[in-house]
């Protein structure tokens, strides 16, 4: 089925340390939108990427775009505490209804 | 504004019973989705409805109906529940309007089937 795969599934780091999940996908994408889902909460919109863009930031949130690889990563800068979530991305193919996959579990060591 | 709200929060039910999962928006979006998640498997699609009066499937149907009589209300409904729908069950809205384009979720449904 269409939808992104986010690697790696878990990953650890000391606090103040960036971290980095990686996304790929199969088929032509209108644009690709990274969510951030705290335990036992829905999930919360971060970012959107258009499929003409390269890279975009939000805040301490760096998103970059290769549609020749088909593939996105999502730079958390100067991570924090509060930062531990699960992290998904969902490439949009233009049928609006987006799919996820199993996303990236953060965790955030103090 | 609240968004999108869900109800109930949390529901054990006995195998055999029928149940609705609420799903209640007031952004007056088009679109309305319902989700599952479970362990190990990401979010998946079960039915969508792309405007009022309209529903279709998704990747996991069965076992669930929907309906869409207004704009507003997507209720969720299991006619008979089996054990391998406890699961926390997510309703989602697109915005699409102007530059934005992101999904909003409900806080979730966590349903146990015993």
């Known amino acids: 089925s269409q939808q992104g795969e986010e690697d790696p599934q878990a990953l650890s780091i000391q606090e103040g340390e960036n971290a980095t999940m990686n996304c790929s996908y199969k088929t032509s994408i209108n644009n690709l939108q990274w969510y951030r889902q705290n335990s036992g909460r829905g999930l919360v919109h971060l970012i959107l990427i258009r499929s003409n863009e390269r890279e975009k930031h939000s805040g301490r949130l760096r998103v970059t775009l290769d549609t020749s690889k088909k593939s996105s990563s999502l730079l958390i800068t100067a991570s924090r505490a509060a930062d531990t979530a699960s992290y998904f991305c969902?490439?949009?193919?233009?049928?609006?209804?987006?799919?996820f996959g199993t996303g990236t579990r953060l965790t955030i060591i103090p | 504004i609240a968004g999108i709200t869900q109800a109930p929060t949390s529901q054990i039910l006995a195998a055999g019973r029928r149940m609705t999962l609420r799903c209640t928006q007031d952004m007056r979006h088009n679109a309305m989705y319902w989700y599952r998640q479970d362990l190990g498997l990401g979010l998946r699609l079960i039915h969508y409805?792309?405007?009022?009066?309209?529903?279709g499937k998704g990747e996991v149907p069965d076992g669930y109906s929907v309906s869409r009589a207004n704009t507003d209300d997507f209720p969720l409904t299991l006619a008979s529940a089996v054990p391998s729908q406890t699961s926390v069950y997510f309703c989602?809205?697109?915005?699409?309007?102007?530059?934005?384009?992101?999904?909003?979720f409900g806080p979730g449904t966590r349903l146990t089937v015993l």
């Open positions: 969902a490439p949009n193919f233009g049928n609006e209804k987006l799919t």
């Open positions: 409805s792309n405007t009022a009066g309209t529903t």
């Open positions: 989602a809205s697109p915005c699409t309007s102007g530059s934005r384009d992101e999904q909003f």
